[in-house]
């Protein structure tokens, strides 16, 4: 289960985006807890944030402006698109399944383009297409959620993450899309923007030689920058009969699950480095060239 597609069919952010355009500034900027860039508040694209800013252990920064992720862009406003397309982002990489796409299709800012890429495609896990039912029914959800059982589907799909066909060959097109990108702006997503994405910034940022801590920092923003927008979910569940904190593991993310994901990779390829060569298949110039986009300094 990959705990993105669990708001799928929900109201989650759009009413708290609506209360947060209520507010004064709609647009402004934020800057992560740590050191990674400041982007514009969007109301109706939470989670969204520079991943640029980032020191790496040789004392290089990754440039800012060149690539973004969020969570997905249908809920996305005029106003939201106008400060994308503000930003030069031409290529959009969507990691979601083909049924999230249709069910939700992307809202794109003015020139750019989508690149589909199914990280779960090959899962067998059918929990996704559940998980809207468990907001509005308590027992399913202890059922399914209970005892500790959140935690362990979440690991289970931080393995999928790296591991799967379909996994390894969505991320290898994302990463070769961003050397095809040529230091235009980008933007990566999937449904919260938290897990499937999550590990398509953290192998990034890794991979440029971001320092760990930094990275994980980043990864664990999402529980700042994303639970209060799905507080909705929260509410509705606890309208059921259910406990709210049932859902944190699901609606949140947890060290434990990044460090899951680069257990698998140490276990299949030796490391984030052989899960990029091996894993992605990419090659000693297509790496050199990556880092040489993305570092300055």
């Known amino acids: 289960m990959a705990a993105d597609d669990a708001a799928t069919s929900t109201q989650d952010w759009e009413a708290a985006g609506a209360r947060d355009a209520s507010g004064a500034d709609a647009v402004g900027t934020a800057g992560a807890s740590g050191t990674s860039a400041a982007v514009p508040v969007i109301p109706t ?3 969204l944030r520079d991943l640029g800013g980032h020191r ?10 060149i690539l973004y992720r969020s969570v997905d862009l249908s809920r996305v406003d005029a106003d939201g698109l106008d400060v994308l397309q503000g930003l030069g982002i031409r290529t959009v990489f969507d990691l979601r399944t083909a049924p999230e ?7 794109l800012p003015a020139g750019a383009h989508r690149v589909a890429l199914d990280v779960l495609r090959d899962s067998q896990q059918t929990a996704p297409a559940q998980m809207a039912t ?5 027992v399913k959800a202890e059922e399914f959620l209970g ?12 393995r999928d993450i790296v591991s799967l066909p379909s996994a390894l060959e969505a991320y290898s097109g994302y990463f070769r899309g961003l050397l095809a990108a040529d230091g235009s702006a ?4 999937c449904t919260t923007g938290k897990d499937r994405t999550g590990w398509a910034a953290a192998s990034l940022l890794l991979t440029l030689g971001v320092e760990p801590d930094a990275v994980m920092a980043d990864y664990l923003r999402t529980n700042t920058d994303l639970l209060p927008a799905l507080q909705p979910v929260f509410d509705q569940f606890a309208e059921a009969g259910g406990s709210p ?3 944190r593991p699901v609606l ?13 990779a140490d276990a299949r390829f030796g490391g984030i480095e052989g899960y990029v060569r091996e894993g992605l298949g990419l090659s000693e110039d297509e790496l050199t060239r990556l880092r040489s986009l993305f570092l300055e300094g």
Not at 134 to 138: N, R, T
Not at 186 to 189: D, Q, R
């Open 45 to 47: 694209l939470p989670n």
């Open 56 to 65: 790496t252990t040789d004392g290089r920064r990754v440039r800012a402006g």
């Open 101 to 107: 796409c249709e069910q939700r299709p992307d809202r």
């Open 134 to 138: 468990f907001f509005e029914d308590a």
């Open 147 to 158: 005892g500790g059982r959140a935690v362990e589907h979440l690991a289970q799909a931080y």
């Open 186 to 189: 980008s933007l990566v997503h």
């Open 245 to 247: 904190e049932m859902l």
């Open 252 to 264: 949140g993310v947890r060290e434990e699950y990044l460090v899951t994901a680069l257990a698998e």
